[in-house]
């Protein structure tokens, strides 16, 4: 693959890696719960959701969900609701920084489950790729090593602007104490999870 083909689709897999989503929420509502090490787990949930979208778009299903208005209002309405009963949970949610740290905290398994559903269950994310990927494939060369290529490139990115995401909001979770200030958060990150879910809801396949 031609260095400035590559070099052009980093920079656009940059800017939809630090587009405001719900993995951007999740990561940053993580980071201030857990701090930036028990995020781990969350931000590795987030690319193995988006590594199976990469995977069903290099396979063909991807397209299939593009181009199909029923595929894509299943996967939309499950998606929405998810994100949407997350956001009901977040809002009703009255622990502390200090509860979270402690012994209530949620399992790595189960943050890694959840941040997994959260990208899995977005069709956007499926319809992007499928609409990116074809205008920096040569089909003249061998396809499957440029989507490697292209697919790894993808969720690299992705994870280091996560990453940066969840060690940002640790960063003012140090400042963050007073219960009053934990209650209005959980209500602001309870609100956008809300917001996604009906932005994917109100989606045109």
């Known amino acids: 693959m031609d260095m ?7 920079v656009t897999a940059v800017v939809f890696s630090l587009a405001p989503g719900s993995g951007m929420v999740n990561s940053v509502s993580n980071g201030i719960s857990y701090g930036t090490r028990k995020s781990l787990a969350a931000v590795a949930g987030l690319q193995i959701g988006l590594a ?3 995977v069903l778009v290099g396979v063909g299903i991807g397209a299939l969900v593009a181009q199909s208005a029923s595929v894509f209002t299943v996967i939309k309405w499950f998606g929405a609701g998810y994100l949407i009963w997350l956001g009901v949970q977040k809002w009703r949610d ?4 200090t509860t979270h740290h402690a ?3 949620l399992p790595a398994s189960a943050m890694m489950r959840k941040a997994t559903l959260i990208n899995l269950t977005n069709p956007k994310s499926v319809v992007f790729l499928v609409a990116l990927f ?10 499957l090593t440029q989507f ?9 990115i992705d994870s280091i602007v996560m990453v ?3 060690s940002l909001a640790a960063q003012m979770g140090r400042f963050i104490r007073s219960d009053k ?20 809801a109100t989606t045109k396949a």
């Open 148 to 156: 490697l290529f292209l697919g790894v490139t993808t969720v690299v």
């Open 4 to 10: 400035h083909i590559w070099f052009a689709y980093v």
């Open 94 to 97: 009255t622990s502390t920084l």
């Open 134 to 143: 074809p205008q920096f494939i040569d089909p003249a060369s061998e396809q």
């Open 52 to 54: 199976i979208h990469i």
């Open 164 to 166: 940066g995401y969840t």
């Open 181 to 200: 200030v934990m209650s209005k958060l959980n209500k602001l990150f309870g609100s956008m999870f809300i917001f996604c879910g009906a932005l994917l």
């Open 103 to 105: 012994d209530k905290a």
